[in-house]
């Protein structure tokens, strides 16, 4: 049984996307399900910088069809912090500022930690007991992503492994991939940054091809994969999302 899919860009509202992306005059307020017509995903930066509302969750929920999954970023005071053990009251204060609105279209929240931070087996081991599996009934996915090569490490996957919790696969020319993390991974999370300005669709043909691969090989055994565009060449996000798609749809 292969596992669902979703492939999308980093937020909805940049300013470039009015120009690349979405239709002449489509009002700002409708960004957000001209993305959901498109696309299957994304990835919310917001969070990662400031508290939301309930009601923002609710509005972003009901903007987009069934199917549709938000990504989001962990709060920086959980994961921007001298000892990532100490993080858990940001934790908590994360989960309850009302992402629970989001329902079954809560897709995985993305633990990024600071380019500097090194890896140290009894902090990391600390901080991933501190994502709980489920926030008032609502079941939880958790992903985290190191950026320093000190992360690549037999002991840190380990712990991902029995923690339940994704490493983030990432396809960038500054921060190291962990390819190893992927086995035994309860899902796939990859954020491919890597998008030049010069092509249209932001990736080569072969290079979306490839990726396409990749995601057949990696849900065939079920697992649910979340694939987001981000940075590079950011306005050609949305375009190589959508050639994405139409690649892994041509089976």
Same mark, same amino acid.
């Given at each position: 049984? $292969? &596992?669902?899919?979703? /492939?999308? /860009?980093?937020?909805?509202?940049?300013?470039? %996307?009015?120009?690349?992306?979405?239709?002449?005059?489509?009002?700002?307020?409708?960004?957000?399900?001209?993305?959901?017509?498109?696309?299957?995903?994304?990835?919310?930066?917001?969070?990662?910088?400031?508290?939301?509302?309930?009601? +923002?969750?609710?509005?972003?929920?009901?903007?987009?069809?069934?199917?549709?999954?938000?990504?989001?970023?962990? +709060?920086?005071?959980?994961?921007?912090?001298?000892?990532? $053990?100490?993080?858990?009251?940001?934790?908590?204060?994360?989960?309850?500022?009302?992402? /629970?609105?989001?329902?079954?279209? !809560? &897709?995985?929240?993305?633990?990024?930690?600071?380019?500097?931070?090194?890896?140290?087996?009894?902090?990391?081991?600390?901080? !991933?007991? !501190?994502?709980?599996?489920?926030?008032?009934?609502?079941?939880?996915?958790?992903?985290?992503?190191?950026?320093?090569?000190?992360?690549?490490?037999?002991?840190?996957? =380990?712990?991902?492994?029995?923690?339940?919790?994704?490493?983030?696969?990432?396809?960038?020319?500054?921060?190291?991939?962990?390819?190893?993390?992927?086995?035994?991974?309860?899902?796939?999370? #990859?954020?491919?940054?890597?998008?030049?300005?010069?092509?249209?669709?932001?990736?080569?043909?072969?290079?979306?091809?490839? %990726?396409? &691969?990749?995601?057949?090989?990696?849900?065939? =055994?079920?697992?649910?994969?979340?694939?987001?565009? /981000?940075?590079? +060449?950011?306005?050609? #996000?949305? #375009?190589?999302?959508? #050639?994405?798609?139409?690649?892994?749809?041509?089976?």
């Amino acid at each position: 049984m $292969s &596992g669902k899919v979703h /492939i999308g /860009i980093g937020g909805w509202s940049y300013e470039p %996307w009015q120009e690349t992306f979405y239709p002449k005059g489509l009002p700002k307020a409708r960004q957000l399900a001209y993305v959901g017509e498109h696309l299957t995903g994304t990835e919310i930066n917001a969070t990662f910088y400031r508290r939301q509302s309930p009601a +923002s969750f609710a509005k972003w929920r009901d903007a987009v069809p069934d199917g549709f999954r938000f990504a989001l970023k962990g +709060s920086r005071y959980c994961t921007n912090r001298k000892d990532l $053990s100490e993080a858990g009251e940001g934790v908590e204060n994360f989960l309850a500022q009302g992402l /629970i609105e989001l329902g079954d279209k !809560l &897709g995985p929240i993305n633990w990024q930690l600071a380019a500097t931070k090194k890896f140290d087996a009894d902090e990391i081991a600390a901080f !991933l007991a !501190l994502l709980p599996p489920k926030h008032e009934g609502l079941t939880l996915r958790h992903a985290i992503e190191p950026r320093h090569e000190s992360f690549d490490d037999p002991a840190f996957y =380990d712990l991902a492994r029995k923690a339940g919790v994704a490493v983030v696969l990432a396809d960038s020319r500054k921060y190291p991939a962990f390819e190893k993390a992927l086995d035994g991974a309860p899902f796939v999370y #990859a954020r491919l940054q890597n998008a030049q300005g010069k092509l249209e669709q932001g990736y080569p043909d072969d290079e979306i091809a490839h %990726w396409a &691969g990749r995601i057949r090989e990696w849900s065939q =055994d079920g697992r649910e994969v979340f694939v987001f565009f /981000i940075n590079g +060449s950011k306005e050609r #996000a949305p #375009a190589a999302a959508m #050639a994405l798609i139409a690649k892994l749809g041509e089976d």
